[in-house]
Structures are given as structure tokens and as C-alpha cells.
């Protein structure tokens, strides 16, 4: 009996700070706060074109945050069209891309700027090198953006 008694107290012991334990974690279950994450922007996509008798320029671009991807199409009358996908950055209001496209059997890789506003697009233009297989603007700090402005349009 002698035997039995501290071998029951020590089974009591060790119910009893089990029973502690699952008490105190309930407890804290019930008092912890949910965090939520910040939610992230919602892509913007927008849809920009000009037209002028039998010329295109088509631009569909989505934006996140700073990122920014879509297509580009040129189809000028009697000319090859150069129809492909962009990929860039958004820095404030300009869009400066890689512009992948196919022309004449041949893809190709060329840098791309437009200023975006919730009316217009503009292209940038400027002098270009070519670098690692594809065509960049030489000194980003001088492009013009003077050329066609595309309007903005519900996209399709």
C-alpha cells in the first residue's frame, strides 16, 4: 500500500499539470488576436489605341504594384506588323518594358517607354544600342515623348 500511495500521487501530478496546460492553452486560444495581411493591389489592366485610316497601335497592359505585362501590336499599312508581348517595370507614370514580338519570321527583343495616364498613352522615342541580343535605349534620361498618343479604351 506503502507502494501504491506515492505512485497514485505522482499519476495525480501528472493529470493534473496536463489539465493545467490544455486550461492554459484554451485560455490563450480564445484571447489570441487574428492578424491580417495587408491586401495586395489589384491588377489594373487597361487598354490604349490609336487608329488612323489603315495604321494600328494597339497597347494592353496590366499593372501590379510596380510590375507591369501585356501586349503590344503595330500594324502599319502595307508594312510587316510587329505583334508581341511586354514585360517591365512601372516607375511613376512610365512604363518601360522589353517588347518580345515577331516580325518578317523573326523574333525579336527591343526596349519599349510609354507615359500612362488614365487618357493617353505616349510612346517614348530615343537613340538605341544593341545589348545582349536586343535593342535599349541608350540614355533613358533623354527619350522624347512626343509621338502618337494612344487613347484609352474599354479593353475586349
Known amino acids: 500500500m506503502k507502494a501504491i500511495l506515492p505512485l497514485l500521487l505522482v499519476a ?21 488576436e487574428l492578424v491580417t495581411e495587408p491586401a495586395l493591389p489589384k491588377p489594373d489592366t487597361r ?7 489603315k495604321d494600328t497601335v494597339l497597347l494592353k497592359v496590366t499593372l501590379t504594384d510596380t ?23 512601372l516607375r511613376k507614370d512610365t512604363l518601360l518594358a522589353d517588347y518580345t514580338f515577331q516580325s518578317e519570321g523573326t523574333i525579336s527583343v527591343r526596349q519599349v517607354a510609354f507615359v500612362l495616364s488614365d487618357s493617353s498613352a505616349v510612346e517614348g522615342y530615343g537613340g538605341v544600342d544593341e545589348k545582349n541580343g536586343r535593342q535599349v535605349f541608350k540614355d533613358l534620361s533623354k527619350l522624347k515623348f512626343q509621338g502618337v498618343g494612344l487613347k484609352r479604351e474599354p479593353c475586349q
Open 12 to 32: 495525480l501530478a501528472a493529470g493534473q499539470s496536463c489539465n493545467d496546460g490544455t486550461a492554459s492553452k484554451e485560455a490563450n486560444r480564445d484571447t489570441v
Open 47 to 53: 487598354c490604349y489605341a490609336w487608329r488612323n485610316n
Open 67 to 89: 510590375s507591369a505585362s501585356g501586349d503590344l501590336l503595330y500594324n502599319f499599312f502595307e508594312k510587316d506588323d510587329n505583334n508581341g508581348t511586354i514585360q517591365g517595370v
